[in-house]
Nanobody, 124 residues
């Protein structure tokens, strides 16, 4: 059974940084797309950034360009989301997701595996 477990969420002041981690178990995702989505209260789940582990191809939302980066530790089956220059509008529950394909897509419905989510709050 595939399991994704996120960690690293919390509260941070505007301009601050956080690093989220997602550990995958049950299978390896070395040839699969891994992505981060986020969902703010009352809003739909939105794509943030995604990566294909085998070739490093990365997609990201315009709203996080230049501030967020995704990286992987294949040996530990872990994907990280480094968030810098955080803004109040980045406040949301962040979800790790994986799909049974190498192609990164921005549509949440195309991902078969999800973590439980971790809260990120940016406020002063």
């Amino acid at each position: 059974q595939v399991q994704l477990v996120e960690s690293g969420g919390g509260w941070v002041q505007p301009g601050g940084s956080l690093t989220l981690a997602c550990v995958a178990s049950g299978r390896t995702f070395s040839r699969n797309a891994m992505a981060w989505f986020r969902q703010a209260p009352g809003e739909e789940r939105r794509f943030v950034i995604g990566n294909n582990w085998s070739n490093g191809a990365t997609n990201y939302a315009d709203s996080v360009a230049g501030r967020f980066t995704i990286s992987t530790d294949i040996a530990k089956n872990t994907v990280f989301l480094q968030m810098n220059g955080l803004k109040p509008e980045d406040t949301a529950v962040y979800y790790c997701a994986a799909r049974n394909s190498f192609l990164v897509l921005t549509d949440a419905s195309q991902y078969e595996h999800w973590g439980q989510g971790t809260q990120v709050t940016v406020s002063s």
